[in-house]
């Protein structure tokens, strides 16, 4: 089973910044189109983001645009997940998946990372 990794989750202040990582030695990036969601207790997974490799689309929940920037790292087999102006609602564990297309639905991703926790707190 391919398993994505993601990294950079950490504890930071509102207002601040962080960049999530997500990689995998099993696959190449470049041929998926790679989404981001995110899950609090008790709540679904919610969709965040996704960039398409196959045609360099950018997609972004209302939640989230204009403070997040999803890409395409230049070395490396690795999207990333830029968050700016982080706010309270955007605490959860940080999940990327991997499709052929973009998709907003969980059931629809091939292949998952295991999630980085993402604390939002003063």
């Known amino acids: 089973q391919v398993r994505l990794v993601e990294s950079g989750g950490t504890l930071e202040q509102p207002g601040g910044s962080l960049r999530l990582s997500c990689t995998t030695s099993?696959?190449?990036?470049?041929?998926?189109?790679i989404a981001w969601f995110r899950q609090v207790p008790g709540k679904e997974r919610e969709w965040v983001s996704c960039?398409?490799?196959?045609?360099?689309?950018?997609h972004y929940a209302d939640s989230v645009k204009g403070r997040f920037t999803v890409s395409r790292e230049s070395t490396g087999n690795v999207v990333s997940l830029q968050m700016n102006n982080l706010k309270a609602e955007d605490a959860g564990v940080y999940y990327c998946?991997?499709?052929?297309?973009?998709?907003?639905?969980?059931?629809?991703?091939?292949?998952w990372g295991q999630g980085t926790q993402v604390t939002v707190s003063p």
């Open positions: 998946a991997a499709d052929w297309l973009c998709s907003e639905r969980v059931e629809y991703q091939r292949y």
């Open positions: 099993e696959l190449e990036l470049d041929s998926y189109a």
């Open positions: 960039f398409n490799n196959n045609d360099g689309t950018r």
